[in-house]
């Protein structure tokens, strides 16, 4: 079994920047995929940054050429740094990775539990 943890959501004005940060822990084989989702109130979650095993990315237009995912390899961590943001871009934002908890086993989808996001006007 693994974690995911995320931080570093807050309220931050229109035009400003957070920089979130998720962490896999537990039984971790092989980390496959990593991504960030958000949600807003009253509405369905969405994909807003993958990252593929090859660091291959297809940013929604909604956030594109303002919002950027990386990931430290060595730490087990994905960050999405998030800027010139936008009230609707508040949501509470989500990790996701695929995640092989041991050599023999399947992939498995995990998710955190979240960090608010909150961008006033």
């Known amino acids: 079994q693994a974690q995911l943890v995320e ?15 998720c962490a896999a822990s537990g039984s971790i084989f092989r980390i496959n995929e990593m991504a960030w989702y958000r949600q807003a109130p009253g509405k369905q979650r969405e994909l807003v940054a993958p990252l593929t095993s090859g660091d291959n990315t297809n940013y929604p237009d909604s956030v594109k050429g303002r919002f950027t995912i990386s990931r430290d390899y060595a730490k087990n961590t994905v960050y999405l740094q998030m800027n010139s943001l936008k009230p609707e871009d508040t949501g509470v934002y989500y990790c996701n990775a695929v995640i092989q908890t041991r050599r023999w086993g399947n992939s498995y989808n995990y998710w955190g539990q979240g960090t608010q996001v909150t961008v006033s006007s």
Do not use: D, I, T, W
């Open 7 to 21: 931080s570093g959501g807050g309220l931050v004005q229109a035009g400003g920047s957070l920089r979130l940060s």
